[in-house]
C-alpha cells in the first residue's frame, strides 16, 4: 500500500509538501501584539506574499507537490462533517472572554462556508465585526475605552506549517506546542488527519497527540534516516516529550531504532534545533557555532529500546562521531552558519542562515539574504536554490521552517 505519510529522511527527493500561504493574518499585528505572537516586526504582506510565492512555485519546479494547510483542513472538515464540532472545540481553545461572546463568535463563524471560516480563525477576530455594544458584561463597560482589538487572537505564525506537527516515517507527530500564540494550530492538524480523504483511515500512525502534557515542535524534530530521529531539547521541546515520542515509536514498533536528544541553548535567536542545525547531504550538515562548546562539543543523549520497555540513555557530547555512526559514513562536514566568523554568523543564524530546506540529497532551498552561509553550501558541492526573503525572514522562520514534508522518495 503506498503510504499518504512517507518521511524515512530529511535529505530524499521531496515528492509532497504543505504550505501555508501567509495571509490576513499577518496584517492583524501590532507593536503591542508582536512579542506575544512571537514576531519581531511586522512583514509587508503583499511582498510576504510574493515571496512565498516564489518559494513554493521553486519547490513546484523541482518536482514537489505543494498543498495547502488550511485548504487541507477546509476539506477534511466538509468530509468529516465535523464544521460546529470543530469550531467549538476551537472556540473553546481561543480564550474567550465571556459565553455571550463565544455565542457570537460562533453564529458568526458558522454562518460561513468552511473555507471563509478557517480563513477567518487564522486571520483573527476584532471587536468592531460584531455588532455587541459595550453594555453586555461588567468587564466590557470597565473596558470600554481601552479594549483588546480582539476578540479572537490571529495566528500569524501559521506559515511556519513545520512546527505543528512533524511526520516521521510512516506517522505523525501532532503536537502540542509551546506558546498559546501558536498552540490552536495543530487542531487543524488534528483535523486533516482525522477527517481528510487522503490521510484518514489511510493507516496514518499518531506517534504523539496534542492531548499530551508536554511540549514539543516539529522545528526541533529531524529525520535522520529510517533508524534515527534527533530531536531537540530546546526552548519549544521538552524532555519529557522526548522520551514519551521515544517510548511510542519503540512500542509500535516503527523502524525507528534510536532518537537522539540534542541539547540546545533556550532563547529565541535558537528556538528550535532547525535554526541552528540542518541536514543538506548524506553526510553534510549546516550548524550554528553557537549551539557548540569551544571543542565543538554537544551534549547529545542517545534513547534506544531496553529490557521490558524500558530506554537506555546514553550521554555524549562528540555530535559529529554520532552523526557519522547512525549515519554510516567515514568523514563528515559540519558546516558553520556565517562560515563560523563572530558577527556573521549570529547575523545569518538571526535570519534563518542554517535553516535549510533538502529537496534531494547534495540540493537544498535557503533565503538569499544569507549570501556567505550559502556561498560556504556551494564550495562544499552542495545545489543552492535561494529564494527572496525580506519580508517572510520578519517571523524568525526560514525555507525548512515553512515548509512540512508530507512525503520523501528514499534514500
Ligand atoms: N521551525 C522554526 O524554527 N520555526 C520558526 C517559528 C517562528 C515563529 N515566529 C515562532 O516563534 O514560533
Known amino acids: 500500500m503506498e503510504h499518504p505519510i512517507h518521511v524515512m529522511s530529511e535529505i530524499g527527493k521531496l515528492k509532497t509538501v504543505m504550505l501555508h500561504r501567509p495571509g490576513a493574518e499577518v496584517e492583524n499585528l501590532t507593536p503591542d501584539l508582536m512579542e506575544r505572537l512571537l514576531f519581531d516586526d511586522i512583514p509587508y504582506l503583499p511582498i510576504a506574499q510574493e515571496e512565498h510565492d516564489y518559494f513554493a512555485n521553486t519547490l513546484r519546479e523541482n518536482g514537489t507537490e505543494v498543498l495547502y494547510f488550511e485548504k487541507l483542513a477546509a476539506e477534511a472538515i466538509d468530509a468529516g462533517n465535523v464544521k460546529e464540532q470543530f469550531l467549538k472545540q476551537m472556540l473553546d481553545e481561543s480564550d474567550i472572554e465571556s459565553q455571550y461572546i463565544y455565542d457570537a463568535l460562533y453564529e458568526y463563524l458558522i454562518s460561513m462556508n468552511t473555507q471563509d471560516m478557517i ?8 471587536d468592531i465585526e460584531l455588532d455587541l455594544g459595550n453594555d453586555h458584561s461588567l468587564y466590557s463597560v470597565v473596558t470600554a475605552d481601552d479594549r483588546y482589538p480582539f476578540l479572537m487572537d490571529p495566528m500569524p505564525n501559521t506559515y511556519f506549517t513545520r512546527d505543528p506537527q512533524a511526520c516521521m516515517g510512516n506517522g505523525i507527530t501532532i503536537n502540542k506546542m509551546t506558546f498559546a500564540a501558536r498552540q490552536r494550530e495543530s487542531l487543524l492538524t488534528e483535523m486533516i488527519i482525522k477527517h481528510h480523504p487522503r490521510f484518514a483511515n489511510k493507516g496514518v500512525e499518531v506517534w504523539l497527540n496534542r492531548d499530551q502534557k508536554w511540549h514539543i515542535e516539529g522545528g526541533d524534530e529531524l529525520i535522520l534516516n529510517d533508524e534515527t530521529i534527533a530531536i531537540g531539547i530546546s526552548q519549544r521541546t521538552t524532555a519529557q516529550a522526548i522520551e514519551r515520542l521515544a517510548r511510542n515509536l519503540f512500542a509500535k514498533h516503527s523502524n525507528f531504532k534510536r532518537v537522539l536528544a540534542v541539547k540546545i541553548p533556550n532563547n529565541r535567536a535558537m528556538m528550535h534545533l532547525d535554526t541552528v542545525f540542518t541536514m543538506v547531504d548524506r553526510d553534510k550538515f549546516t550548524i ?7 571543542g565543538g562539543e554537544v551534549d547529545t543523549y542517545i534513547l ?15 555530535l559529529q562521531n554520532i552523526l557519522k555512526e547512525v549515519l554510516g559514513v567515514s568523514e ?11 558577527i556573521i554568523a549570529p547575523r545569518e543564524q538571526w535570519n534563518d542562515g542554517s535553516n ?6 547534495g540540493e537544498v532551498v535557503t533565503y538569499n539574504r544569507n549570501y556567505i552561509s550559502n556561498a560556504l553550501l556551494r564550495e562544499n558541492g552542495i545545489k543552492v536554490h535561494e529564494v527572496i526573503s525580506s519580508e517572510l525572514s520578519r517571523g524568525r522562520g526560514g525555507p525548512r521552517c515553512m515548509s512540512c514534508p508530507i512525503v520523501r522518495e528514499d534514500i
Open 119 to 126: 480563513d477567518k480563525i487564522i486571520a483573527g477576530v476584532r
Open 288 to 294: 550554528h557555532p553557537g549551539i557548540q562548546s569551544n
Open 304 to 318: 534506544t529500546p531496553g529490557e521490558n520497555d524500558t530506554i537506555n540513555i546514553e550521554h555524549r557530547s562528540d
Open 332 to 342: 563528515l562536514l559540519l558546516l558553520p552558519c556565517g562560515g563560523g566568523d563572530a
Open 356 to 361: 535549510t530546506l533538502a529537496i534531494a540529497p
